[in-house]
């Protein structure tokens, strides 16, 4: 069964920065795509980052150039570097299996991003 288990998100004023991580489980994910996304209450999920199998990166506009995302194969982890955060990253972050917004698996738990002003 795979499973998804999502840390690292917080509290955090504007312009500062977090790292959040993803621990994939239930099989191995060497060749497969990771994506992270977020939902916000009363809105649809929506994909912020993927990277491929190669590394080859994606992000949606409003990240570019702030949201670097990452994956160590060894230890089937993804990770989603977030700086210059604003009040508008609030949400709650997902990862999944796949690319383009094709997600493949039950989701986790997230974890909760909220940045004040």
């Known amino acids: 069964q795979v499973q998804f288990v999502e840390s690292g998100g917080g509290l955090v004023q504007a312009g500062g920065s977090l790292r959040l991580s993803c621990a994939a489980s239930g099989r191995t994910f060497s060749f497969d795509a990771f994506g992270w996304y977020r939902q916000v209450p009363g809105k649809r999920r929506e994909l912020v980052a993927d990277?491929?199998?190669?590394?080859?990166?994606n992000y949606a506009d409003s990240v570019k150039g702030r949201f670097t995302i990452s994956r160590d194969n060894a230890k089937n982890t993804v990770h989603l570097q977030m700086n210059s955060l604003k009040p508008e990253d609030t949400a709650v972050y997902y990862c999944n299996v796949g690319l383009g917004g094709n997600w493949r698996y039950a989701w986790g738990q997230g974890t909760q991003v909220t940045v004040t002003v």
């Open positions: 990277i491929d199998f190669g590394g080859r990166t």
